[in-house]
Structures are given as structure tokens and as C-alpha cells.
């Protein structure tokens, strides 16, 4: 089965950029679209990133997203962070027998 | 405003059957996708199903396949998932999302919380 994998947890202070990573367990992450959601606590998650670096519209330039096919990674950069950027992010992809698949999340705190 | 809204959630008993509702608004219903994905306390998002615009394509992760149904009525902008032979694990919040391309979710509900317990 394909997985991906997140870091745990991330943390940076208000102003400073933060990257989330997000690691496929084989094949290659760059053949199939990565996609990144946000989920608060109480809320419906959202979706903040979306074929690998496309922002869905209301989303800020502070968000980009990129893939490295060297490391078979997907990354989720958010810059001048804010207090209200604390969430858990999650990316998606989607493998070869027609599964959705998340990487287990990652915990963003803004000191 | 694009709107999914379940219902249908609660407390079953191991063994038993619940049927999540989701309906929407503000979008084109039958040209969307639509899966439903879950969130188990202190776990990660898992994908469950999926159904295509048409009803013609559907797919089931290997947690909840020949116990849980997906279906959809397009005239009623309606989604539902039946969820047979529930088990302790099947605890967890559940989403309705989807999109006009089904690789992604651009739509999601604010989750419904099923608990299975004896």
C-alpha cells in the first residue's frame, strides 16, 4: 500500500516560514497530484493546496506548495506565519488502485 | 455558498448499522464526486469511499469494504454511506467531501460523530 509520510508536529514563531513535508513510501510522488488540507479543531478541514503548488482562491500567497522528485517528497511552505495559521495540515494523494490516500497530519503550532 | 451537511450519526452497538446522510447545496451536485472520509479520536483523516458523478464507479477502502454502502441520488443532492457490521473501531467523525475532480476535495462537510459501543 502507498503511504505518506508527515512529520509529527512542526512550530515556528509569528512572522517566521514553516514547511511541512510529506514523504510517498514508493513509487513516484510526482505522478500523481498532491494535495493539501487544513482541519481546526470544531471545523470542516479545507483545502489549501491543490495539484501540487495551486492555491485554491481565498487561500494567501503565504501558502505554496512544491514536489521533489529526489527525495519523493511533497512540501507545504507557509510563510509570515500567523496565529490563526495553527491547525493540523494533511496531504492526499492518490495510488495506483483507485485509494485516497492522507499522510497521518501533521500538528502546526505557532509559538 | 457550497453546503454538505451530514446527518444520520449517533451511538450504535457493535454489530450494528447506522446510515450517514449528506446534502448539499450551492454546487452542481451531479457533476461532483463524492467520498466520505473519517477521523478517529486522536488519529489522522482515512479515506473510506468513493462514487462517481454518474453512479457508475465506486470504490472502498479496505477498512470498510462489504460492510459499508455508498450511494447517491443526484435529483436530491443527496449522499449517503450505510454502514453495516459496525465495529468499536468504526468510532470516529465523519465527512462527506468532494469536488469536480475526483482526485481531490474541494468540498467538505462539518463531520458527523458516530460512536459504536456496547
Known amino acids: 500500500n502507498f503511504l505518506l509520510t508527515q512529520p509529527h508536529s512542526v512550530s515556528a514563531s509569528p512572522g517566521k516560514t514553516v514547511t511541512i513535508s510529506c514523504t510517498g513510501s514508493s513509487g513516484s510522488i510526482a505522478n500523481t497530484y498532491v494535495q493539501w488540507y487544513r482541519l481546526r479543531p470544531g471545523s470542516a478541514p479545507t483545502i489549501v493546496m491543490y495539484e501540487d503548488n495551486h492555491r485554491p482562491s481565498g487561500v494567501p500567497e503565504r501558502f505554496s506548495g512544491s514536489i521533489d522528485s529526489s527525495s519523493n517528497s511533497a512540501s507545504l511552505t507557509i510563510s509570515g506565519l500567523k496565529t490563526e495559521d495553527e491547525a493540523d495540515y494533511y496531504c492526499q494523494s492518490y495510488d495506483s488502485t483507485n485509494h485516497w490516500v492522507f499522510g497521518g497530519g501533521t500538528k502546526l503550532t505557532v509559538l | 455558498e457550497v453546503q454538505l451537511v451530514e446527518s444520520g450519526g449517533g451511538l450504535a452497538q457493535p454489530g450494528g448499522s447506522l446510515r450517514l446522510s449528506c446534502a448539499a447545496s450551492?454546487?452542481?451536485?451531479?457533476?461532483?464526486?463524492m467520498s466520505w472520509v473519517r477521523q478517529a479520536p486522536g488519529r489522522g483523516l482515512e479515506w473510506l469511499s468513493y462514487?462517481?458523478?454518474?453512479?457508475?464507479?465506486?470504490h472502498y477502502a479496505d477498512s470498510v469494504k462489504g460492510r459499508f454502502t455508498i450511494s447517491r441520488d443526484n435529483a436530491k443532492n443527496s449522499l449517503w454511506l450505510q454502514m453495516n457490521s459496525l465495529r468499536v473501531e468504526d468510532t470516529a467523525i465523519y465527512y462527506c467531501?468532494?469536488?469536480?475532480?475526483?482526485?481531490?476535495?474541494?468540498?467538505w462537510g462539518q463531520g458527523i460523530l458516530v460512536t459504536v459501543s456496547s
Open positions: 450551492g454546487l452542481n451536485f451531479r457533476t461532483h464526486e
Open positions: 467531501a468532494g469536488g469536480f475532480y475526483g482526485s481531490r476535495f474541494d468540498y
Open positions: 462514487i462517481s458523478s454518474s453512479r457508475d464507479t465506486v
